[in-house]
């Protein structure tokens, strides 16, 4: 194994969340852990979930989108 | 969730009950399943069935025969020896359903538009118009603002036939990808069994969302009320978990249901409030609101697009089990609104029981 300890690694999905997989605490502005249901979370990004800090899928509904869209040729 | 809600064990399932056939094809593989000198017969009694079906979509006794035929490789039916798994004549039977069951899908089913390149991104991009193009009928809407409890308590019985062993199908999956798509697969399915707590395997939750209405939470309790409308998007599954050849549609059928899941999910959990039900019946919608827009990423780009990627004659099948899973899987909630909207049960015959819970 060339490493031991496989570091956080958080992969931006375009257009949707963040999903964070690996051994990150991720807790409140006090440092009170918040509730982690599961091994891989999706962080909100688009800032409608109404489950923040976790995605609820709603940026879709709004149509968010994380790439600039292309600047119009002139 | 509240630590009392998770010590529950998880619920350990017994085959099914037999159900009781709907027609000659029903009885003859149901006469097969107990009497082996009947096994002989099966063939030409679905021969007949199908050769006078002017649906076999949603022919009530193919569609309960066939259900029984896989059951046998899923859950079991109580009563029935193990080995006839892979009996000959119960398998030619299941093959000859099959057929024709496909060809009518695949009619059924408008094709979506291929991606511009078989790249996992184009792939993803692809499924997520696709789905957000969705206009089915809502019958999340109407979970969340009209749904009477008799209608609730149709809707859990209704999604009981699948839910109760949600992700199964698609775990036949594994096996049959490799590389980046057999990851997020796995990564999938092992949350969809709650990541190592029996508690928190989903078809346990939904357990208790039945309970809680004062319904059965055995596998199949209610299989003799649903109509073949539910039973033929649980075939589907079913067709495309078992036969190695269809684990594109498979992997597709999957991405299209996580990516059509998590916003329905949270209203679906809105009307169960509505109703006046607390945690112990919402967590199951709830979880999913969570849960799905996890897998929907992963089912899109990983599992789906990285299917692709790495096999891209895969392309067509991955995009026809998205589309299958869109308008299949919308024939129930189609068939619900339209019998709720005309005052009517959904069910073959209405809940024994109707109107009293738990609650």
Redesign the interface.
């Known amino acids: 194994m060339p490493e031991r300890e496989e570091p956080v690694r958080i ?1 931006a ?5 963040l ?1 964070v997989r690996g051994p990150v605490e991720i807790v409140g502005p006090d440092g009170a852990p918040l509730p982690r ?6 962080l909100c990004r688009c800032g409608k ?3 923040k800090p ?5 940026h ?2 709004i149509g968010f989108v994380t790439e600039p869209e292309e600047p119009a040729e002139d | ?1 509240p630590a009392q809600l998770l010590e529950d064990a998880a619920v350990q399932q017994r085959p099914m009950a037999p159900p009781t056939p709907r027609g000659p094809a029903g009885e003859a593989v149901l006469a097969a399943l107990t009497d082996p000198a009947a096994e002989a017969g099966v063939v030409a009694a679905v021969d007949e069935a199908l050769a006078a079906t002017p649906d076999v979509l949603l022919d009530e006794d193919l569609q309960l025969a066939l259900f029984c035929l896989y059951e046998l490789h899923f859950g079991g039916i109580e009563g029935v020896a193990e080995d006839l798994e892979w009996s000959p004549e119960l398998n030619a039977a299941r093959i000859r359903i099959e057929r024709p069951f496909e060809a009518a899908i695949r009619a059924a089913v408008p094709m979506p538009e291929r991606p511009a390149s078989t790249s996992a ?1 184009d792939v ?2 692809t499924l ?1 118009a696709l789905t ?1 193009a969705d206009s089915g009928p809502s019958l999340s809407r109407w979970l969340a603002r009209k749904a009477t409890l008799e209608q609730a308590r149709e809707f859990l019985v209704q999604r009981s036939i699948y839910t109760l062993k949600e992700a199964d199908p698609h775990s036949w999956g594994i096996p049959r990808l490799t590389g980046r798509a057999k990851a997020a697969l796995v ?1 999938i399915q ?2 969809e069994y709650g ?1 190592g707590r029996p508690g928190r395997v989903h078809s346990s939750i939904y357990a208790r969302t039945l309970r809680s209405l004062g319904l059965d939470d055995a596998y199949g309790a209610y299989i003799d009320l649903v109509p073949a409308v539910t039973l033929t998007s649980v075939n589907m599954m079913s067709l495309f978990a078992i036969n190695r050849r269809l684990r594109g549609a498979l992997v597709g059928h999957l991405a299209a249901y996580e990516m059509t899941s ?2 329905p999910s ?1 209203l679906y959990g809105n009307g169960f409030r509505r109703l006046g039900f607390g945690e112990e019946t919402t967590w199951y919608f709830d ?1 999913h ?6 897998h ?3 089912a899109a ?1 990983d599992l789906a697009g990285g299917l692709v990627e790495g096999e891209p004659a895969l392309l067509d099948d991955v995009l026809f089990g998205a589309a299958a899973s869109l308008t299949v899987d919308g024939w129930p909630a189609a068939h619900m609104l339209e019998r709720w909207g005309a005052g009517a049960s959904s069910l073959r015959s209405p809940l024994p029981d109707a109107g009293s819970t738990d609650a």
């Open positions: 992969v999905y375009p257009n949707g969340p999903l249901r599961r091994r891989t979370v999706a979930s109404t489950i976790y995605c609820d899928g709603t879709k509904v | 969730m991104g993803a991009a997520f957000s990564e092992s949350d990541g998590a916003v949270r979880e609101v969570e849960a799905d827009a996890v929907e990423q992963i780009r």
